[in-house]
């Protein structure tokens, strides 16, 4: 079965899509402010696996920490809904990247709330940052179609 | 019963205290990115009482909107742990203000995160966005101490 | 599209299906027990939906009120899986209906747990606990197709 | 300081003391009933630490895993508040034991949840369930001042 990708996310080579759960309604009656941050990191490893670059990483023992996340919200969300996020790499810096995302409501058919977010590199044996391997820029390259 | 505040949230007028939970963790042993949103909406509101600017507010059904909000993380927080969260009001712009947070690690005797955010102001019965009530900005600007 | 329904939730009339998200784990690495309380309730108010009692009671100005709640945890879930969770009312009493619910991982194909619980009929306007109405009881014993 | 235990609470050698958060509110305005297991779980973590079982476990290769709890809820609980869960352990089975809580809320001045839950010893070199050994079953004694 094939769902076609709203257009709105056409720019995102990897979209997943989550409920909108009862409980992640707070007191006013809306999606919680929170809840859409759990919601990028589950977008955030979709994106490190389906883009290849997780087994590259950790093939030379590194991995992405969170140093920052920024969320917009242009619209409010209610329950029940679909929602599907989207997430793409815009920039690879010498020890970060940036990822993006968006989240997409279908009951409302438009794009609900943004985020961008900084993730250095990471080694885990040697407990610094580390600088982005050559194959990990080459294969975000590659997957998200221009240079980085 | 007087704690000594923190130096290092000397600027900010609101200080919660939250103790940082087991379940706070995540898959790699450290406290979850989004925990910190939850703990940001709490001190959030916590200021909106303080400052006297919930009830100004409520009193014009007006209320606030949380239209954007980013965390930077310094370092990573460990279970078990208490924290503090410090918030302060930065700026007031016409029909939104900037409110920033802090947060101490009482077991690092650290900063261990920082938040910039976005409230806009909202008429509950027009549904729209709404100015800053003068008001609201003069108390605002004797509870920080500050022309804002 | 017709997914199969697994043969272990044979008996449960309403069955959602839910991703598990990476930032449902715990520090064990695995899914931590408080989650899947999140998805008995997204089971519990869609079997309310589908069974057409949430909008019976609606109607009358009564709704459900969790009185009680248990969960037995037989295996360990982990990340990544799809979970499938089944409900079904076993028990109509005067004024509280039991549900019992069954997560089935897709990955593990095996029940993982189950949950019964127990949820009273309440009179908002009244603020009092309230008699299951006939045409309630009816339509459980309708929707589960035995008496209740 | 001595804060003074509730009376209520009397019965439970081990009480944590956590804030409600605006964001434990659901969409009916009150606690959602997921956030109670939350508080039940940083509970019993504190209770295996102040028992002294945690130790002694953890000298054996030992650990507590959840097979069951359940919650009853008496009261709705509103923010904002302060809560108090008690722990006690009130049997020591061959391979588990049960757990009780109660949580108190400061403001109702009442006990509003109770649970009760049973943790199995389990071997974490050998992945098997194990029996609970005698220094535990003794410390547990001693701790709860009566015989289990």
């Not at 999606?31 to 590259?56: D, H, K, P, T």
Request: glycine share 4%; with cysteine.
């Amino acid at each position: 079965m094939s769902i076609p990708r709203p257009a709105e996310l056409a720019d995102f080579p990897v979209i997943i899509t989550l409920p909108v759960q009862w409980g992640d309604q707070d007191a006013f009656g809306h999606v919680n402010n929170v809840v859409y941050f759990r919601w990028y990191e589950s977008a955030r490893i979709a994106y490190f696996e389906q883009s290849g670059i997780a087994a590259l990483l950790e093939q030379q023992q590194l991995g992405p920490i969170l140093a920052r996340i920024a969320c917009d919200y242009h619209r409010q969300l209610n329950f029940p809904d679909t929602i599907e996020v989207g997430s793409r790499v815009t920039r690879v810096g010498s020890k970060s990247m940036t990822i993006e995302h968006a989240i997409y409501s279908q009951a409302q058919q438009a794009i609900v709330a943004k985020s961008d977010s900084v993730v250095v590199i990471f080694h885990y044996g040697d407990n610094v940052s580390h600088a982005v391997p050559q194959d990990v820029r080459a294969q975000l390259e590659r997957f998200e179609k221009k240079s980085l």
